[in-house]
C-alpha cells in the first residue's frame, strides 16, 4: 500500500497490513497477556504508562519528524506530540481515583448489600483518523489501557508514518508487550479489527462511521462512534467583535479546518455584521499558507487529496448559488504537488448551498445574517451534525440562554472550538455526528468496563422470598 | 392478530397493530409533546407518575385480572402490580437528587469553566417481553420518563391484555398525553418503532436482540439490549445446604423459569453433591403446578407455546444423551389446553447437551458434580451468555473470590437470583446477553439524556492559544 507526502504528492512510502490470520495471532497473544495486565493493578499500570511517557520524550524529535512528513504541517504536529504527556496525567489521576473507590453499600431490604465491581474489556480496537494522527490514536487508547484492557490501535493509511517510530516506544516497555499495539492498514484492516476485538472505538467520517457500526453488529459488540460535524458559531449584537472575530477565525482556520470541531458555519446578527465581517476578513488576510516551508505560515496542506476535491466542489457549489468571495481563493491551489487553502471567507450563503450542509474540512468560514435570536437558533440547529457550537455575547447568561437551545454536545461560551483544549466535560455527539458515551470527562473511562453488581445476602436464616 | 390464552390454549383476544402511517402520526405528537414535558422541570414530572401511580392503584384489580389473562399465573402478577409504585418511588428519587446538582467546576486552564448539562432524548421505544409483560414494560420507561423523553412502549404480541387497561389509566393524567403511550403490535410493529424513535430499549431473546441491533444500525440510533442468560450457580462444600437448596429452587422454579436471570445451571463440589441433591428433589417435590386453578400451586403454566417446543427439545435431547430425571416429569404436560412443567432435576448431564447451553426458560435443574474450584469456575463462564450468577459457600469472602472470577453482570453471594429484588446495583449483561449501559441503578438514569458540556471562557482579554 503506497503512501503519498501531502507536501509533494508523490508517492514515498509503504505499507505492508496484516493478513487477517496475522492479525488474529496477534490478538489472540494481546487477549492473554490482558489477563495479567488487568491484574497487575491500577498503580502498575500507571507506572507502565509514565515509563512510556518518558520514552515517547526521548524520541519526541524523531516522532515529530515522522508526523511532519505524514501531514505536512508543523506547529500542530508539536502539540500533539506534547499532548500525549499531559493526556497520561490526566487519566493517570482519573483513574486512580475511580479505582480508589470500592463501593459497598447497603440496600432497601434489610440484610441484603452490594459491592459495586468493575471488569474491563479484554481487547479494545481503536480506528483513527488522519487529521490528527497521534492525538486522536490517543484519546481512547490510554483511558482504555488504564482500566486494564489491551489495546489494538489502526490509525489512517493516509497517515502512518508515525506508527513505526511510536510502536518502536512501545517496545521499550515490557509491560505493554502484547497490551498496545499499533498496525498498518486501510478500510479491510479496519474491518477486521472489528472482527477480533471486544469493542471499537472509531473516530472519522459519518460515511465510514455507518460501516463500523455495521461491523460493530454483525460482531455484537458495542461501539462508540466520533463522527462528523458541521459546527456553528452564533455572534449576538452585543459580542465583543474583536474577541469574537480572532476566536472565530482561530476555530476555523487551526489545523487548516481539518478537524471535527472546526467552526464551518458563522451567523452573525445583522447590527454588528458589516463590522464583524471587515474584521474578520482583516485578521484572515494577515494569515499565511505554511509554504514554502513549514515554518512559512500558520496554514499547512490539505493532507487528503480526497478532502481537497470535497473543498474545491463544495467552494464551486457555492458560488455558482450566488456565494461571494471576502477573503481566500476560489479554491485549493496546488504548489509543488501539495494542496493548500487559504483562510477564506464567504458572504451570500445560503441553505441550499453544500458548503452550509456538508462537511468541508477546511479552512473555509461562510458568513450568514440573521435577524433574532430564534432564527439564529433554527439556523444553527438546521443541520444533520451534533458535535459542536459556540455563542458570543456580551454576557455569559445572555450567551447561556442561546446555548441551552444547540442541539450538540459542546458549546463554547465566548470563545470557539473549545473541546480541543478542555477535556474535563463529558459529552456525547448529537444527530449523525456519533454514537455512544462520552469520550472526554472521568465517565469516559467507564466506557471500557462492563459494570459487575455483587448482590450479598449477609442473613444467616432463609429469607421470606424463597419458596417456604 | 388473534392471541391464544396461555391456560386455554384457545385463541379469545385479538390485537390490531398500528399501520406504520398510524404510528408514524402517534411519534410526531409524541415529539411535539416532549417539547412541553422537558420543560416542565423534575418536580413537575415527578408529580405527574406519582398521580398515575395513584389511578394505577385504582385500577388494580382490573390490571391483575388482565395481567391474570396474559399469564396465566397470580402471585407473579400481583408481585409485578405491586412494583409499579416502589418503582416509581425509587426513580423519582434518584431522578431528583440528580438533577439537583448543577455541576460547574474549573478547568485546568485559568479562566476556563465547565458546566455540566443533559438533553433528553425525544422519543424513546420500549420494546418489552412476555414472561414479565407490566414489569419489564416499565423498567426503563419509568427513568425515561423521569429523564424528560417521551415513551413508546410495545409490548410483546403475546400477552397484550393489560394494554389497554394501562392505557386507560395514563389517559387519566393529563400531563402523560402525548407522552407515554402502549402500543398493541408484534415484530412488524417492533420494526416501525426502530424507525421512528431516536432510541431503543429491547427486553427478550438474544435472537431478536440481534434483528433489534440491526434496526438501530439502520436508523444510526442507539441502543440498549437485555437479552438472555444461562445462569449459573456454584455450591461449594462449605456451603449451607439448606440455604443453597431453598433460594436455588426459588431461583429456578419462580415464574416457571422464566425469567432471563432464572437459575438453569447449578454445579455442585462432589462432597455436597448426594446432600444437595437429595434435599433439592426432596424440596422440589413439594412444589405443586397452579392447576387446575390458579391458586393451586406455585408453578403457573408456561406461557408461550414456542417456548414449550424449545423445553421439550432441550429435554428430549439431554435425556437421549444419558441424563437422569430425578424430580419433575420428562416434558410439559397439556393440562385443558395449558402447558405445564414441574420443578425437574436431572443428573448425569453434560456440555454437550442443549440444556446446558442454550436458554431454557422453564423450572429445569440440571445438576452437575464439580472438583475444584477452578472446574467450578470454568464449567460456569464456559458459556455464550453473562447475564447474571450466584455463589454459596460458608464466608462472604470465600465465595466473593469466586464471584470475582464470574464473567456476568451480577453475582448474588449466599443467595439467588438476587436481581429481582434489588435494584440499586449497576450491571451490564456480559457477551451475548446484551449492549448498552446498565438498566439498573443511578447510572441507568442516564442513558436516557445527551451529555452536554458548557466551555466558558470568563476572561476578558484574548487568549493565547487564539493566532495572534
Redesign the interface.
Known sequence: MKIKNPRTGQYYYEIFPPTFEELKDKTNFMRESQEVWKELGIEHRIKALQAWKEVVNEHKEELIDALCMDTGRKWETILEVDLVASSIE?WSNISRDFFSIIER?T???PF?E????Y?PYSLVGVISPWNFPLLLSLIDTIPALLAGCAVIVKPSEITPRFIEVLQKTINHIPDLLGILNYVEGGGETGADLCKLTDIVCFTGSTETG?KV??A??DN???IFLELGGKDAVIVTETADI??AT??I??GS?ANAGQSCLSIERIYVHRNVYHQFLSRLVG?ANL?QLAYPTMDSG?IGPIISEKQVAIIDNQLDDAFKKGAVLKAGSKKCEELDGGFYCKATILTNVTHDMKLMNEETFGPILPVMIYNTTEQAIDFANNTQYGLSGAVFADT?EEA?KI??KL?????????AA??A??H?????S?K?SG????R??P?ALKRFM?????????QKV??P???G
Chains 1, 2 share one sequence.
Open positions: 490526566r453499600k440496600s432497601s431490604i441484603l452490594i459491592e459495586q465491581g471488569e455507518k457500526y455495521q460493530a453488529c455484537f459488540i458495542p474583536e474577541r480572532s476566536a477565525l482561530w482556520v485578521k494569515l500558520q455569559e447561556m446555548a441551552r442541539k450538540c454536545g459542546a458549546v463554547s461560551i465566548n470563545d473549545l473541546t483544549v478542555m474535563e466535560g463529558e459529552k456525547n448529537f449523525m454514537i455512544g458515551g462520552t472526554m470527562g465517565s462492563k459494570q459487575k453488581a455483587y448482590l450479598i445476602n449477609s432463609n429469607d422470598w424463597w419458596f
